[in-house]
């Protein structure tokens, strides 16, 4: 695959959902995620594949022996964080469907089916709750859970299926189109520098280090930010600074990564004190004795902060996730057949994380220069996701041809 190849067949996805203000507005069952899911189906039209949609929302092109079981999937998800960058998601599904016409050209029949996958709602971008699709699928996720959360608007994920003519009655468990994938193989842009510095362009995973979203709500008392002497306050907000601080640092020690992104503040007056201070962490570490340190370490270094200002504070765990380890003879039959490839980790949640408790799963990651992911500068050359293809089609083959 040339470089040009791909950018033919990648200029055709780059306009949907570009916001004005920067980066991609894709978020799952709206015009943007419509005009994805169309772009999906022509590209499967045009190669000759059969398209279906499942129970919960997920996309699929089938080529080769089609009813047989044991199908190898690929693929990932169209839909991005607010403002996110281009190549999260989307560029797994171009490549799976590039790499078909790489092993098409050469001569190569599918003895397995293979599939590619455009899964449903993996960022949470839209409706709050990560690989809604793939939780979905593997029992993961309760349906009424799912048809019942909100996005910003308070549209539920129910009504907004509804309004693109997908039936939000019938999701959940899917366990027969489970047993019928045999494998699972995400291609991903990388999101940090580690193929970078190994200069390659492109990479194994190895594991998915464990994480976790938390909710910290402090406590205090709101007062006019005029009158009331230092000494006086109760204010939230500077344990909530503490907090962002301590985090960084917890990180720091044990070489994991904290971030606070979102920080909510009642009444959220500028000439107020506030009453009650809400910020969430998130936070990943190599392992989970290593996050259970970070964790505790904010925790007991937050208490401490908190008698000094006289607030409260309260956590509650909004998401856990255990360190998912990729099939070890998969990750190795691929990192072999791709020329001694880095293997190497990652801190991003996927939809490869969730179906790797079910089937043998691996990842390959494409080389981003900056390592920016999640926001507009997000970018991958066009030679290196040409190897990508190159990559994932020798996947394929060795895997289902
Ligand atoms: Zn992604």
Redesign the pocket.
Known sequence: MDAAEFRSLWDGLTPIGLSQQGGYLRYSWSEADQACRNWFRAQADRRDMEIETDKNGNLYAWWGPRHERNAVLTG??FDSVPHGGAY??PLGIASAFLAIDVLREAGAKPRRPIGVVAFTE?EGGRFGVPCVGSRLMTGALDPDRARGLTDADGITLAEAMDATAADPTILGADPERLDGIGAFVEL?IEQGRALDGADAPVGVASAIWPHGRWRFTFTGEANHAGTTLLADRCDPMLTAAFMVLAARKEARIVGGLATVGRVESDPGAANVIPGTVRAWLDARAPDQADLDQILEGVQSKVNERAERDRTQVSVTAESETPLVDFDGGLRDRLAALLGSAPVLPTGAG?DAAILAAHVPTAMLFVRNRTGVSHAPGERADDEDCAAGVDALAAVLRELAC
């Open positions: 990932s998800h999260d998601g993996e991903h996927h």
